[in-house]
């Protein structure tokens, strides 16, 4: 390939993906940024994992009180929290999955809190359509060029770099495309492993080709600053686990690297986190099995990332959510298939937290959406909204931009403290 061609190529498309190491990228913008932000404009922190394949919502938080729930899963109900493998019960109503046993400590210090009967109005049942709803914000369209996530980098006060966000896994997502920049990071320890661009000799060659660029040497500047950030930054990680056992391995291994990451980065304010393997239509299980080994390491990690982020989590809000949910009667393959409402969990020191919250109608033949799923009584970009305005403290019209097409707010939500 020619050089020009080589350049053309790289140009394309709003975000551009600069090569940072072995299987780091740092994703950045056309548009030049601040030199940093104001001091304090990213103390207040956002972390969003997303869980692909439609994770099962009333196996997660089980409507345990509703006689419908064992009827409708004769095999995969949680059985009673007085029995082997039984649901941690939650309200006296609802019950945690078991093997989301780390998280009840935040439970009781009111620092989670669900949605439930939460999700997309829109009515697909296509894992590609729904996501990409999910990641726009702006169900039912499909032309929405960017994501929620880099729309609320732009209306966040203070000065953006490239570190201000921040996702984790092996391409950038949907939800962070668009104009302002954002960096990706490998999962793993490989993100924090020198690559070939650490290289002092080829590093030199790079800064020469680039130098001066009208076109792009701003835009390889800040991948390459973006890079010395997360280096830095992970080094402190590896140091420390010399003397120690390693981490575990999977989302808990990733969580507690974030965490490193934002303690030791006041830069880093929006992460971003994708978890695959939700998508249970066979041999799902109910307090063991399939679903309970994925929940198990994600409740570990969660736990792990309230732990390592220290004081920082008294300003961290975290949410959990999946592009829908799952039907509330099992099929005949012990699984479930794909529903509509699901529940979204949310996290942190200022929730309101101890408590299931949403308009909750039963699980019964009559209160089921199409007669199968749990209906959607709480739009997911209200959920999103009150935590924008509440804990980032954005205005109306920023509100406006991030979430375009919004409805009216839910009255009756209090998901986080004043």
Sequence with gaps: MQRRDFLNAFAAGAGLMIPLGRDAWAATATAAQ????????TGRKLVVVMLRGAVDGLNVVAPLGDANYARLRPTI??????????????????????????????????KLAFVHASGSPDATRSHFD???????????????????????IAALPGA??????????????RILAGQAAAINIANGAAAGKPGALDRPQLAAAFDQLYMGNQRFGKVYQDGREAHKEVMAATMAEA?????????????????????????NDPNVQLAF???????????QGAGTGQLANRLAPLGQGLALLAQRLGP?????????????????RENGNGGTDHGHGNVMWVLGGGVAGGKVLGEWQGVGDGQLNEGRDLPVTTDFRTVLAHIAERHLRLGDRQLAQVFPRMPSAASGLRLLRA
């Design 34 to 41: 601040g030199t940093g932000p104001a001091a304090g404009a």
């Design 77 to 110: 109900a949680l059985a009673a929290p007085d029995q082997d493998n039984g649901a941690l019960d939650l309200d006296g109503y609802f019950a945690l999955h078991p093997a989301l046993a780390p998280l009840m400590p935040l439970w009781r210090e009111k």
């Design 130 to 152: 729904a996501q990409d709803y999910m990641e726009s914000a702006t169900p039912g369209v499909k032309s929405t060029p960017d994501g929620w996530m880099n729309r609320l």
């Design 160 to 173: 953006s770099t490239p570190t201000r966000a921040v996702s984790v896994g092996p391409t950038m997502p």
């Design 239 to 263: 140091v420390a686990a010399d003397g120690g056992a390693p981490l575990p391995n999977g989302f808990p291994d990733d969580a507690a690297r974030l965490a490193v990451l934002m303690r």
């Design 273 to 283: 986190f994708a978890l695959g393997g939700w998508d249970t239509h066979a041999s």
């Design 312 to 328: 920082m989590f008294e300003d961290t809000t975290i949410v959990v959510m999946s592009e829908f949910g799952r039907t509330a």
